[in-house]
């Protein structure tokens, strides 16, 4: 078993002096509270004794219809009764990788990859092997020589895991020709891809691109999502569409698991996402984050030391950011946190170490004063074991990493 970074934190970005740049927190303040208050008021005149009451381990059919929607809003025909709900996204992870694999079964993923998923393969005793991603996300030239030299010594992987759209903890975006290639590679090799596809409804510019699923018809990809980034984290509903065969399975894990999902907030959800206009709140949550995220990347250039590169993510929480590669996240952490700011060392997003100099940047959960603030901390801190470096080293030259292509350098 193994801790994740993002958890360990939680309780310290959560005392209300840290700006906390580390979780992927949605905004929920800007939810409409006379929303809420209407969906409660409902459910107290007609839904008490149902929505106390255990429901089905697969979910409601109310809920299990409304995601059908959420996923055709994304360009995806699914049908409601391959869908299971989940107790957020992280359970459908959790429950594929249950069903999946057992100890020292291959599982493959995006290096970086998302720093939670990490401890629910480690906890199944899968071996993971990290594929590196660049500007266009996973390369598959890569992918097709792993598959290929394991499977000279008789191997296969179990699935592949990828976070295409906007990925976490990277913000980078599979394209569409790697999209269909991987579809491709799943189809010639017969190996699941399951695609995790949290952010795909937040984006902040450029053209949407099919999904994984879409591309296969939902064959070869099982898909993953969950109403964490587009409602509520609070509500704990995800969800996992696969064929016959693997939903049977998932819905026995379900049950050993947790039974059900809450009823009470499933229906919460159903009714929210039948009857209220979400499609504008998701609209005003992707205006909100743009801000955000152009906030955060205003304040990098300003802050951040020479030599530091980053990302600007068309969608999505999060901003990948790589210091000059003799400073360590973690230890800056360390130091940051005694400022009072928080974000995830790049290593957390790793199983072999990798990311050491690199950092996750989370821009949809503090408003724009903070997130500028937050950076011009860990700005200064990094300034600042910059200069011990020197002074120890007695040198000014540093090292570069390598910018990609839109990496910024202040
Ligand atoms: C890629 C990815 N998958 C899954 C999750 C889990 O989300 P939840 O369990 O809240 O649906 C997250 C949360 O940040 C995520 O970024």
């Known amino acids: 078993m193994r801790s994740s970074a993002m958890r360990d934190m939680m309780a310290i970005t959560a005392r209300p002096e840290i700006i906390s740049l580390a979780g992927g927190l949605p905004d929920t303040s800007t939810f409409p509270s006379e929303t809420f208050a209407a969906e409660m008021d409902r ?194 509903i995800g969800w996992l569409v696969s064929p016959t065969p693997i939903r049977e399975k998932v819905v026995l894990g379900k049950g050993a698991s947790d039974l059900c999902t809450s009823s009470l907030t499933q229906d919460f959800a159903g009714h929210y996402f039948a009857h209220d206009p979400w499609r504008e709140y998701v609209d005003e949550l992707v205006g909100i984050y743009r801000n955000r995220r152009d906030a955060m990347i205003g304040a990098m250039s300003e802050y951040f030391p020479h030599g530091a590169s980053w990302n600007k993510p068309h969608g999505g929480l999060f901003i990948w950011a790589t210091l000059p590669d003799v400073l360590n996240t973690a230890d800056l952490l360390a130091k940051a946190l005694t400022k009072g700011v928080a974000f995830v060392p790049g290593t957390a997003a790793y199983v072999d170490g990798r990311g050491a100099s690199s950092m996750r940047l989370n821009f949809s959960g503090v408003k724009e004063d903070e997130i500028i603030e937050g950076i011009r901390r860990i700005g200064s801190v990094a300034q600042e074991h910059l200069a011990l470096y020197e002074t120890m080293t007695n040198t000014n030259e540093m090292r570069l990493p390598d910018l990609d292509e839109n990496g910024g350098n202040s």
Not at 63 to 69: A, F, G
Not at 88 to 114: E, H, N, R, S, V
């Open 43 to 236: 459910i107290t005149r007609t839904a008490v004794a149902e929505v106390l009451q255990y429901g089905p381990t697969e979910g409601t059919v109310l809920v299990r219809e409304q995601i059908t929607k959420i996923m055709a809003a994304e360009g995806m025909t699914v049908d409601a009764a391959d869908v299971t709900v989940t107790t957020g996204g992280q359970q459908a992870i959790d429950l594929i990788t249950k069903i999946l694999i057992d100890p020292g079964d291959i599982l493959i993923c995006d290096a970086p990859t998302y720093p939670g998923a990490i401890p629910t393969f480690c906890s199944y005793e899968a071996d993971i092997i990290q594929i590196e991603c660049d500007a266009d996300g996973m390369r598959m030239d890569l992918l097709e020589q792993t598959i290929a030299d394991l499977a000279a010594k008789g191997r296969k992987p179990k699935f592949i895991y990828s976070i295409p759209t906007f990925q976490n903890p990277g913000g980078v975006t599979l394209s569409l020709e790697r999209r269909k290639r991987l579809v491709a590679l799943a189809r010639q090799h017969e190996i699941l891809v399951v695609e995790d596809n949290p952010y795909g409804l937040l984006r902040y510019e450029g053209e949407t691109v099919p999904t994984l699923y879409s591309l296969d018809g939902g064959n070869y990809v099982v898909y993953i999502g969950t109403l964490s980034k587009i409602l509520s984290a609070g509500l704990r």
